[in-house]
């Protein structure tokens, strides 16, 4: 068999591919889009005395801008695959073998740049929660920071593929998987301290809220999409390119919509300051039938979304990632 033989069919499941999983890119930039203006809309209206977040702002808008990119580019990659180029299949998968190198590699940086905004945004908060306590974000941080060196690396690995697309792809596979992986560890570990800071703040009240039950849930729920995405895509990815296009579709859009999707709904009103976690011990006020308990200073700001339990016993949620 030929090497052109060798890689058209190589490549014929990539280009199968490429056309519906474009499709379900866009389908999801166009969510991404309602939920981001929806989260502009809560920022700069529901905010109340909190004001206006600046650094919230310019995170959660650049990565709405590298996810869009992202779908934008696969678009018009598929534009030029099959109508510019698509007179044959030959010619079609050879455009898609070797595109040029500045919209072969505009996607991968999108989507490394995009990760990692989002990985710092969740380990800062991490940070935050934890009373800016650095021994406590070691874990995520290093495999944020030694992720982007292998994802740029992976990026130098793709330059190398598209100049020669009869060599083998293997070796930015790899440093793409083992990126992934990384991600996936820092996503998993910084959750799961959110959540159990969450945890203990609410055994240290002498009534368990609600309120921290639904923050609680507000953080899986944002973060299980993207870790569900991240666990098809990378043992996708290690079966070969076609494979993971609909997962990689998915995780460059889910990127940012998780942490858009938790600044939308504190914004909204479910969560609270940053220095209401500051401090060994929390004071939670019940307000019901005349009477409150509380627990140690320092006292713990509880604002926005007044609910009722079954006994009628009001308290009051929680405010602000």
Not at 19 to 47: C, D, H, Q, W
Not at 123 to 145: A, G
Not at 173 to 191: C, E
Not at 192 to 206: A, C, D, N, V
Request: glycine share 6%.
């Amino acid at each position: 068999m030929s090497s052109e033989s060798a890689l058209i069919d190589a490549f014929r499941p990539l280009r199968a591919a490429l056309i519906p999983a474009a499709y379900v890119e866009l389908v999801f930039n166009g969510l991404y889009s309602g939920l981001y203006i929806m989260t502009l809309y809560a920022l700069t209206f529901k905010r109340g005395t909190h004001g206006f977040n600046w650094g919230i702002f310019l995170a959660l808008t650049s990565m709405y801008i590298l996810s869009s990119i992202h779908a934008i580019n696969g678009a018009v990659l598929v534009r030029f695959a099959f109508v510019e180029h698509g007179d044959t299949i030959e010619s079609s998968i050879a455009y898609i073998a070797q595109p040029s190198l500045p919209r072969s590699l505009l996607g991968a940086i999108a989507l490394t740049i995009n990760t990692m905004i989002a990985d710092f945004v969740l380990i800062w908060r991490c940070w935050t929660m934890w009373n800016r306590n650095w021994k406590i974000i070691t874990l995520p941080l290093t495999c944020t920071l030694v992720g982007a060196g292998l994802g740029f690396r992976s990026i130098a690995a793709q330059v190398a593929f598209v100049h020669d697309p009869l060599s083998s792809p293997t070796t930015y596979i790899n440093f793409g998987n083992a990126y992934f992986g990384l991600i996936l560890a820092t996503t998993t570990s910084a959750t799961f301290l959110i959540i159990f800071r969450i945890y203990m703040m609410s055994q240290k009240s002498t009534r368990k809220s609600m309120g921290y039950g639904r923050v609680i849930e507000m953080v899986v729920e944002s973060a299980a999409l993207y870790l569900v995405a991240l666990v098809v895509y990378i043992p996708l990815s290690v079966q070969g390119l076609a494979n993971v296009a609909y997962p990689q579709a998915l995780v460059a859009q889910l990127t940012g919509m998780a942490p858009t999707l938790l600044v939308a709904r504190v914004a909204f009103g479910l969560s609270r300051p940053d220095t209401t976690w500051q401090g060994e011990s929390t004071k939670i006020a019940f307000r019901g039938n005349g009477h409150s308990t509380s627990e140690q200073p320092s006292t713990i700001v509880l604002s926005s979304v007044s609910r009722s339990d079954h006994s009628g016993t009001k308290f009051e949620a929680i405010h602000d990632v």
